[in-house]
């Protein structure tokens, strides 16, 4: 007998619980399954299962430890090490496909989703698009959007690692889409809030693809200085810190008409540009 009752775990426990069987098992097994009493488990399914309970009661993330996690129309896997896709971030990039739908995007040569990261916005943009770039600088970053790449059958990615726009292949590519896309989720929290990484849970993902100089904006600046020798892109979209995202809006004002969009908590998040 197991030494916890299924159907007394909590929701998120449950649906690890159910994630980590069907993976185990190779059968599909749901939180319905568990709490109605229909499965059983082994000896060794209980050890291995109270280590993954185990880690989720200590505030490890849930997205590291279940096989798949859902963004937008994607199933998607998050490597432990590679940044967490947060809602917010899904709920901008909808919102980016209602504003511009379909018919807009067709006039788009390239999408460059820089410091992709899992390669959630690339990803979720390349139904629109003949071709999308996934661009991070992390290893683990890259064989994540490859891993991403087959389990949502995308073939129409070019995946790179570099350092924003380092490497000489992505800049030759976007030299020959005169009508590309930017999409950036990069790092962006100033680094004053470091010592608040375990208040805010953040202790476990990559402290590089958080923070970034005093005022959050030193990879924007980087990334917007590099723009300068490369041809201007169609649509560019961030997402920023409030605190700092009128301070990158003056950046872009001269190459583009801007605008900044809420989050759903009425933050400032988004700053888009339409190439003037």
């Known amino acids: 007998m197991p030494p916890f009752d299924l159907a007394q775990l ?4 449950l649906r690890l619980a159910a994630d980590w069987l069907s993976k185990h098992r190779k059968q599909s097994i749901s939180e319905v399954d568990l709490v109605s009493g229909q499965i059983s488990l082994s000896r060794q399914e209980v050890r291995l299962l109270n280590q993954k309970l185990a880690k989720l009661a200590q505030g490890y993330p849930l997205d ?5 996690i859902q963004f937008a129309h994607l199933q998607i896997t998050v490597l432990p090490g590679v940044f967490i896709p947060r809602p917010e971030t899904e709920a901008w990039l909808q919102k980016l496909r209602q504003t511009w739908p379909a018919a807009w995007w067709s006039d788009v040569d390239l999408v460059v989703d820089m410091c992709a990261g899992t390669g959630v916005l690339g990803l979720s943009l390349a139904d629109l698009v003949p071709q999308v770039v ?23 990615c070019q995946v790179f690692q570099s350092d924003l726009f380092a490497n000489s292949q992505l800049t030759n590519l976007i030299k020959t889409s005169p009508n590309w896309a930017l999409v950036c989720n990069p790092p962006y929290v100033p680094t004053i809030d470091e010592p608040y990484r375990p208040e805010r ?10 923070f970034s100089g005093r005022d959050g904006l030193s990879t924007f600046r980087r990334l917007v200085h590099q723009l300068d020798s490369l041809p201007k892109p169609k649509l560019v979209v961030f997402e920023l810190d409030p605190r700092n995202i009128r301070q990158a809006q003056k950046l872009l004002d001269s190459w583009f008409e801007t605008e900044v969009w809420l989050d759903d908590n009425g933050w400032e998040r988004v700053l888009v540009g339409i190439r003037k």
């Open 64 to 68: 590291y430890l279940l096989s798949q």
């Open 134 to 156: 996934c661009a991070d600088r992390s290893v683990k970053a890259i064989k994540n959007i490859f891993q991403n790449l087959a389990l949502n059958h995308i073939t129409n």
């Open 10 to 13: 909590g929701y998120w426990e």
């Open 201 to 210: 849970n953040l202790q476990f993902e990559p402290k590089r693809a958080i």
